[in-house]
């Protein structure tokens, strides 16, 4: 299995089985990724909160056959926190993901420029400062 290194938002969690996590992120380089973490849900996972929505995180990743496998997981940014502690934030953040999943379809295209992921990033950060 090819491994590659990117950095990315979860957008979106789906629970998979007892303990795992299929993810979809929007990463820099390989665009839309749907990836599945292993062991996420246990209490003593490797990757503790890093990889809820809203977390920006620099990824390395396993190519799979049908769904690529999170190797390994660090933050970048953690928005999480502020974001669902303020219910406008959290619903707008939500939007944002949305958004960002919904427009970008095809997965593993990158992203031609940085138009969709500056403002992504701008977007979450003025979420995340209190007013």
């Known amino acids: 299995m090819p491994l590659y290194r990117d950095e990315g938002v979860v957008l979106r969690t789906v629970k998979l089985g007892e303990a795992d996590r299929i993810l979809?992120?929007?990463?820099?380089?390989?665009g839309k990724v749907r990836a599945v973490a292993k062991g996420v849900r246990r209490t003593k996972s490797?990757?503790?909160?890093?990889?809820?929505?809203?977390?920006?995180?620099?990824?390395?990743?396993?190519?799979?056959?049908?769904?690529?496998?999170?190797?390994?997981?660090?933050?970048?940014?953690?928005?999480?926190?502020?974001?669902?502690?303020?219910?406008?934030?959290?619903?707008?953040?939500?939007?944002?993901?949305?958004?960002?999943?919904?427009?970008?379809?095809?997965?593993?295209?990158?992203?031609?420029?940085q138009s969709t992921t500056k403002p992504r990033d701008q977007g979450q950060n003025r979420m995340s400062c209190p007013a």
């Open 46 to 113: 490797r990757f503790g909160g890093r990889l809820e929505p809203f977390m920006r995180v620099d990824l390395l990743i396993a190519t799979g056959r049908s769904l690529d496998v999170v190797s390994q997981a660090a933050s970048i940014a953690v928005y999480a926190g502020t974001i669902g502690s303020d219910y406008d934030s959290y619903t707008a953040a939500s939007a944002i993901a949305e958004t960002a999943d919904r427009v970008v379809a095809a997965e593993h295209q990158p992203v031609p420029d």
């Open 24 to 30: 979809t992120i929007l990463t820099r380089a390989h």
